[in-house]
T-cell receptor
Framework: GAVVSQHPSWVICKSGTSVKIECRSL??????MFWYRQFPKQSLMLMAT?????????EQGVEKDKFLINHASLTLSTLTVTSAHPEDSSFYIC????????????FGPGTRLTVL | GQNIDQPTEMTATEGAIVQINCTYQ??????LFWYQQHAGEAPTFLSY??LDGLEEKGRFSSFLSRSKGYSYLLLKELQMKDSASYLC??????????WGAGTKLIIKP
């Protein structure tokens, strides 16, 4: 299967600061990147979908000015949580897709964000 | 609207067999996925069904009936390490994954 990395794996920050999460597809090119978040004991919730070189499409209820997504290359996407607040504390997971072979979707290991 | 239903929690005994059901109503269908997720970790892929029938992969099998909007994941010879959440997800007409809430499986010795 594909290798996906996320950095950092966990982060603790103060309220009001910004946090950047990187997602890299190490052995394939990701034309599409999905960003999910997962609150405790809940399922994955899609935040946004981005295609390389294009602006991300955000799901309803997700603030695009707060969650900045950059998908500048086929192997790297970043999610920046700006002015983070305690309610943003969650598990953030990236999921790159090649655009082909829809029979499997790959996930990064996730980033645990805790905002104090 | 789009909806995926699966039981919240199930309990089974080590060495036994358990079946986790999933029913769905989505706009279009491009396949159904099962994922395993251990606490604090990202989901890992278990199976993919796009045609009706049973797909067997070792101790895990997955079944699909498109006409009934129904799938199940069958786990045989349960091991303690199988204690996890099992997520059912359907790929809709836009190839977007619609997720169920997950079934927490508890394995008892």
């Amino acid at each position: 299967g594909a290798v996906v990395s996320q950095h950092p794996s966990w982060v603790i920050c103060k309220s009001g600061t910004s946090v950047k999460i990187e997602c890299r597809s190490l052995d394939f090119q990701a034309t599409t990147m999905f960003w999910y978040r997962q609150f405790p004991k809940q399922s994955l919730m899609l935040m946004a979908t981005s295609n390389e070189g294009s602006k991300a499409t955000y799901e309803q209820g997700v603030e695009k000015d707060k969650f900045l997504i950059n998908h500048a290359s086929l192997t790297l996407s970043t999610l920046t949580v700006t002015s983070a607040h305690p309610e943003d504390s969650s598990f953030y997971i990236c999921s790159p897709q090649t655009g082909r072979d829809y029979n499997e979707q790959f996930f990064g290991p996730g980033t645990r964000l805790t905002v104090l | 609207g789009q909806n995926i239903d699966q039981p919240t929690e199930m309990t089974a005994t080590e060495g036994a067999i358990v079946q986790i059901n999933c029913t769905y109503q989505t706009s279009g269908f491009n396949g159904l996925f099962w994922y395993q997720q251990h606490a604090g970790e990202a989901p890992t892929f278990l199976s993919y069904n796009v045609l009706d029938g049973l797909e067997e992969k070792g101790r895990f099998s997955s079944f699909l009936s498109r006409s009934k909007g129904y799938s199940y994941l069958l786990l045989k010879e349960l091991q303690m390490k199988d204690s996890a959440s099992y997520l059912c997800a359907v790929s809709d007409s836009n190839y977007q994954l619609i997720w169920g809430a997950g079934t927490k499986l508890i394995i008892k010795p």
